[in-house]
């Protein structure tokens, strides 16, 4: 008995060694994984800055880029009409003519208006450069029929910005 008990204490310094190593084996993995975790956390909070800081100097770029939906259409629409009331010309009327989506049914990719103006050729003129130069982007004049004091106007309102209008 009195074997068996040294043997069993010869033993235990070695399990005892061993639960020890693999203890620290254990921690140093864990303190790794700690550590890389905190390096990919860091690096993760200075992107999420740099991209506040791009879009605080270029909020409009930002905005632009977002899809918009049919309620912004809408909101178009009237804006559209409103300048030209700007410029003294009558909108006798107008009319969205079709909606084009992509794969996304709620996500417009272009739509197309058509006006009828009344007023002088300058005026509606005028008034074409002012919408294709609006800050919400992507409208343009696809299509402008002039007659006498009067015109016929198509506008394609881009929801995404064409790479290549061509």
Known sequence: MIKAKESLR????????SALITLVILLCL??????LRRQEVGA???EIRHREGIILQNPAKETASDPWLMDDLLL???ECVRMFREENLAVRSYHLEGIFEEANPSFLHFALIRLQVQGTWS???RGLSHIEGMSEGGIYVEE??????EGKILL???FFEPDNLS
Not at 10 to 17: A, E, M, V, Y
Not at 30 to 35: E, F, N, P
């Open 76 to 78: 178009v629409m009237d």
């Open 10 to 17: 010869r033993q235990f310094p070695k399990l005892g060694h």
């Open 30 to 35: 864990i303190g790794g994984t700690l550590v």
């Open 156 to 158: 394609k309102i881009f």
């Open 144 to 149: 402008a029929v002039l007659e006498k004091n």
């Open 123 to 125: 005026g509606i003129e």
């Open 44 to 46: 993760l909070r200075q």
